[in-house]
């Protein structure tokens, strides 16, 4: 017979949205535009700046190359720093955004760098800003594969969350840990697996969907 209840099933998926909700917003927030900023100073970009382009390049592979765990104990003064506490929920966001914030930016570089040169020639003949070319031009064209970038990048988010269980961050993968784990209840480790399944997939399922119809919305349009 299992220990876990309902309600901490319940109250373990809350802090699971919580943490990749919030987490996935601010990193949304900074990577989108680490990316555009990696596509427009890139050798050939729209306004190649290969310093800068070399310098964010750069940081955007070393955040990176680190694993969750080692990046979230790494930073654990930080994190003291910004929430006052190494534990909880609001703890675990701050390893949770630098973890997924160059990840965004990285997958929605390559997903920009699939615009055809052709769509930037148009807005070129037509006059267009810096400005006018990546929110008329480059954005729109790079919308159904955006939205697949960030359905990888939350089900990735998904997967760290579940890690961060190990320094009690709350969530689904603490509860597994605590109770599937430590307190050998199978059961419970069962429903908790099954439960991340059936989340993934619905993400993904999601996903796919938006991604198909912004797809058809631009080829409507062509």
Do not use: C
Not at 14 to 26: D, R, S
Not at 57 to 64: A, C, E, M
Not at 201 to 214: H, K, M, P, T, V
């Amino acid at each position: 017979m299992s220990r876990v209840t309902p309600e901490m099933y319940l109250n373990a998926g809350a802090e699971t949205a919580y943490m990749v909700g919030i987490a996935l917003a601010i990193g949304a927030l900074i990577g989108i535009p680490l990316a555009l900023l990696m596509v427009i100073t890139r050798p050939g970009g729209l306004r190649p700046q290969p310093a800068i382009y070399q310098v964010v390049n750069v940081v955007v592979n070393i955040l990176r190359s680190l694993p969750f765990v080692i990046l979230m104990v790494a930073i654990v003064p930080l994190t003291r720093l910004i929430t006052g506490t190494s534990i909880g929920t609001t703890a675990a966001l701050v390893p949770l955004t630098i973890y997924i914030a160059p990840f965004v930016a990285r997958l929605i570089e390559q997903s920009l760098l699939e615009v055809s040169p052709g769509i930037l020639e148009a807005a070129d003949s037509m006059g267009a800003t810096l400005w006018q070319t990546i929110r008329y031009f480059i954005l729109p064209e790079a919308k159904a594969s955006i939205i697949l970038a960030l359905t990888t990048a939350t089900v990735g988010l998904i997967s760290a969350t579940a890690m961060a269980g190990y320094v009690g961050g709350g969530g689904v993968g603490d509860l597994a840990l605590s109770y599937g784990y430590q307190q050998f209840d199978t059961v419970a480790m069962v429903i908790t697996v099954i439960i991340l399944i059936v989340v993934v997939q619905g993400i993904q399922s999601l996903g796919n969907y938006l991604s198909r119809r912004a797809y058809l919305s631009r080829r409507a349009r062509d």
